[in-house]
């Protein structure tokens, strides 16, 4: 059983701040779950965390009781306002799909560790809006749509396995770590959530990579998933002249993230040359 949330405890009505819809506002309220995340983060003091969507604090209190300071960014001005008369807290009220963390990492001195309990509408936006920064960053905390992250780890041959898994695999370690119910918010999600590490590799390890060039060929390929590639990035090759050493006779979700990487090279080689 879970324990029953309280007015004075939890993070909803008994705030008096009504949870606003177009912000994804599900505020988490179970301290077990809460202390299984913040447990998983293992924030240590001085890091440079950055907390992305702290809302009411559900994570951002038992963080910044370890870390000793914690930068957070809000886009919701009340709860901005709330947040910034605690001096422990660097408040950057803003879309954080505007932030540049790029000038963050600058004014911590290494790279941050990002965190949050991300609002479910803007999640993939968030994720591709970060992937730019990977080499400023050490590692990556965050609660999302269990459906999501199911995609964002799924292994070549698994049904979730696609585009998000390739974009974002070749860039990061990713791990589930802690799934989470519906009840563990306030107000309850309609879905299932879980809780996902994402660890870049060193920069130095794809710095030729053309990432947009991947994007394209993972949409192609991806556009009509069932279908043998010859009948999708076949025609792309062929289109573009190139003659490239990869099996076409292969469903989408049966090739490997390196093998994706090797044709975006090849393309990206005879486009340059
Ligand atoms: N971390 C809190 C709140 C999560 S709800 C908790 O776990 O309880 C998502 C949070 O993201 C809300 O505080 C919401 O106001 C904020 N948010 C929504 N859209 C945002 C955006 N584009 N940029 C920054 N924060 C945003």
Redesign the pocket.
Known sequence: MRPERRPDRG?GAGDNHR??KR???????DPGV?DEIVRGIDPRPGQPLV??????????NPVVQRSGQLTV????RD?AARLRKRAELAVVE????N?DFAALAEQAGKPLRVI????Y??STP?LFHLLPFAARVEDQHF?LQKEVVDRMVASPGSKDYGRLSVMLQWRYEMESIVDVPPEA??PPPKVESAVVRMVPYPAAAQADLNVPLLGEIVTVAFSQRRKMLRNTLGRWLEERGLQADFDLQRRAEEVPVDHYLALARLAGECKAG
């Open positions: 993070a949870a606003r912000f994804g506002q599900h505020f988490l309220a809460i907390e992305i969507g702290p809302g009411l604090g559900a994570l951002t960014i809000e886009l919701d709860l803003s879309d954080v799909l932030v949050g309990n991300l609002p509408n803007i968030i609660m918010f306030d």
